[in-house]
């Protein structure tokens, strides 16, 4: 793998404190959800109970335990819970979680799947954020603790809506990376690519979730004969001397600077882009892609960008 920083990184493993779901400012605050499309029934409540109902109509979820809990920071954890047999979802998919709340009603989010396809275990990465009512409940899950799971997955943002391509770009905000995990777990895509370009942009160099998992990726067992080569460019944006890269990923991107540090081309004719995370570097991005001449798939055709718009 090329990693082209100079950030020594330490996972913090506890679980975390408080957090409040609210609207976030750039720079890159992230969803507390990942890159997860909030669909018309994500905030539909829904009552506990047995997973048959009394009339033999299956339920739309199921019941998962938590496995573990890992704290990156204060304010952001990932969790591993038990997996449904026939929960399926494609890398870059999201799923629908379920908590229940002081008045007994059951709050749904979306967020996007960090484990790989092949896993026997579910894996998201989340912000806590004060007050929320999603929040309010993930911070009291402990090891052991049962959620609900929708048994649907959903999202567009997979490999498959984008056009033959030599190098992947993977462009994300804070929680924002969680899908591109679960992406770069594939096998597929390392035997797809030549060349896979990670780049991740959060405040604080502790917010770079996954870091050393990222680094091992080259050497896991089912990635190690694809032909594809990893860079990893992480980007702390107010921590000085954490990272060599230190603007907003749209800068980077219009100045030069990232294809720079990447070694590798931001072109139409050999790129492929994928983005996700704050709303703002997404539309900037957006529009310095379409400058560029790539175009998102619709109706059937392939696209060399693909967004996912969970705002």
Not at 52 to 78: A, F, M
Not at 199 to 214: G, N
Not at 279 to 305: D, H, N, V, Y
Request: proline share 6%; net charge neutral.
């Amino acid at each position: 793998m090329v990693q082209r920083d100079r950030l020594n990184f330490t996972a913090v493993a506890a679980v975390t404190t408080q957090h409040k779901e609210a609207a976030m400012d750039y720079d890159p605050e992230p969803d507390p959800r990942g890159c997860a499309v909030p669909s018309a029934a994500a905030g539909a409540q829904a009552s506990g109970g047995s997973v048959d109902r009394n009339d033999g109509e299956q339920e739309k979820w199921t019941y998962e335990r938590v496995l573990s809990l890992r704290s990156w920071t204060p304010r952001q954890l990932s969790f591993r819970t038990t997996r449904s047999p026939s929960f399926r979802f494609t890398p870059g998919h999201y799923a629908r979680l379920g908590l229940t709340g002081p008045d007994g009603n059951v709050v749904w989010r979306p967020y996007s799947v960090v484990s790989a396809a092949y896993d026997e275990y579910l894996e998201f990465l989340a912000i806590l954020v004060p007050e929320g009512a999603f929040s309010t409940g993930l911070e009291k899950l402990r090891v052991g603790d049962a959620l609900q799971v929708d048994k649907a997955s959903y999202g567009f943002l997979t490999v498959d809506h984008l056009a033959p391509g030599r190098d992947l770009w993977l462009i994300a905000s804070g929680t924002g990376l969680g899908p591109f995990l679960s992406i770069l777990r594939d096998p597929a895509v390392w035997q797809r690519f030549e060349r896979l370009v990670v780049v991740h942009s959060v405040r604080q160099a502790a917010e770079l979730a996954y870091r050393d998992e990222i680094a091992a990726l080259p050497q896991h067992p089912l990635l190690a004969e694809g032909r594809a080569e990893l860079v990893y460019l992480p980007v702390v944006t107010r921590e000085p001397g954490a990272t060599v890269l230190t603007a907003r990923i749209p800068q980077l991107a219009s100045d030069g600077r990232l294809e720079a540090a990447a070694g590798v081309p931001l072109d139409v004719a050999t790129a492929r882009v994928m983005v996700c995370g704050n709303p703002e570097m997404a539309q900037a991005m957006r529009q310095l892609l379409r400058e560029r001449g790539f175009a998102t798939g619709r109706r059937g055709i392939l696209g060399q960008m693909a967004f996912e718009n969970y705002w």
